[in-house]
């Protein structure tokens, strides 16, 4: 099993808020990443990190930023909320394995944003 | 065009039946290829990557075309835990950034 760990799990907040999502891993990974993800849609990268102060915009635009600042850490924060936030968001991490690059995800955290 | 496509499904089959899917890619420059599962609602999990020759573990086959740009997942005798959405997943190289990009995926039920 991956040690990737999100929380909160799910999140039920006001329109207006900050908010944080937290991710961390203890598989000493330096590549990170967040996904976004609505019901039977494709996972978007909106977010991600190749190590320590490395990180960049992913390939759907998000008004989300993340920081980097620890190896093992890596959330991601909406200054104010909107209802259009409301998603699942996935994190991920990743090794190399040979010509490989294998993904561990966590379990992801459902935002709904009233 | 999307830069993977995949029938999105549902593929209905019957319990021991085999099914295949395919996935189509259009950027040329990827170079790495895997096929994810996503069970509903949870998180993708690597179910196999995919190899030049052709790979097989279990019963999965997956199989990729450079040519033609598409890659392929074939299951044998299906279980009702195969029931999923199969991700189709290239991984591409871009000025020394790598990115996976998800399909949508395909929407498999395994009946009784």
């Known amino acids: 099993e991956a040690d990737i760990y999100q929380t909160p799990r799910y999140l039920v907040i006001g329109t207006g808020k900050k908010i944080t999502l937290e991710c961390s891993q203890t598989m000493g990974h330096d590549k990170m990443y967040w996904y976004q993800q609505d019901p039977g849609m494709e996972l978007h990268l909106i977010h991600y990190s190749y190590g320590v102060n490395s990180t960049e915009k992913g390939d759907l635009s998000s008004e989300s930023t993340v920081s980097r600042i620890r190896t093992e850490h890596f959330p991601l924060t909406l200054e104010s909320a909107r209802p259009s936030h409301t998603s699942q968001y996935l994190c991920?991490?990743?090794?190399?394995?040979?010509?490989?690059?294998?993904?561990?995800f966590g379990s992801g955290t459902q935002l709904s944003v009233l | 065009r999307k830069e993977v496509e995949q029938d999105p499904g549902p593929f209905n089959v019957p319990e021991g039946a085999t099914v295949a899917f395919n996935c189509t890619y259009s950027n040329s420059a990827s170079q790495s290829f895997f096929w994810y599962r996503q069970d509903c609602r949870k998180e993708p999990k690597l179910l196999m990557s995919?190899?030049?020759s052709g790979n097989e573990d279990g019963r999965f086959t997956a199989q990729l075309n450079r040519a033609s740009q598409y890659i392929s997942l074939l299951i044998r005798d299906s279980k009702l835990s195969d029931s999923a959405t199969y991700l189709c997943v290239p991984l591409r190289r871009d000025f020394g950034n790598e990115k996976l990009t998800f399909g949508t995926g395909t929407r498999l039920t395994i009946i009784p």
């Open positions: 995919v190899y030049s």
């Open positions: 991920a991490s990743s090794e190399r394995e040979g010509t490989n690059e294998k993904l561990f």
